[in-house]
């Protein structure tokens, strides 16, 4: 499985979650790494937004997507 994959099954999980207390730890942890990577997130400038926009509306018209039921099934 692949990196991209990885993470879109990760978030998936992670939107079920419903204990605080799960949730908190997994701020925490992701805290840590962050400060011991030594690097931070950025934030995307306006154009570096705009162009992964179009990239993405790009990619829909033409085709080059997957629906929520063919990530679903993949994972199952």
């Known amino acids: 499985m692949d990196l991209q994959s990885r993470k879109i099954e990760f978030v998936q999980e992670f939107l079920k979650l ?11 942890l992701l805290k840590k790494q962050i400060k011991s990577s030594g690097k931070e997130f950025e934030p ?7 162009n992964r926009i179009d990239k ?18 993949k994972y199952q």
């Open 44 to 50: 995307m400038s306006i154009e570096e937004l705009n």
């Open 56 to 73: 993405s509306e790009n990619d829909f018209k033409n085709g080059r997507f997957k629906t929520h039921s063919e990530i679903i099934a």
């Open 18 to 28: 419903q204990s605080e207390e799960v949730i908190s730890s997994f701020e925490r």
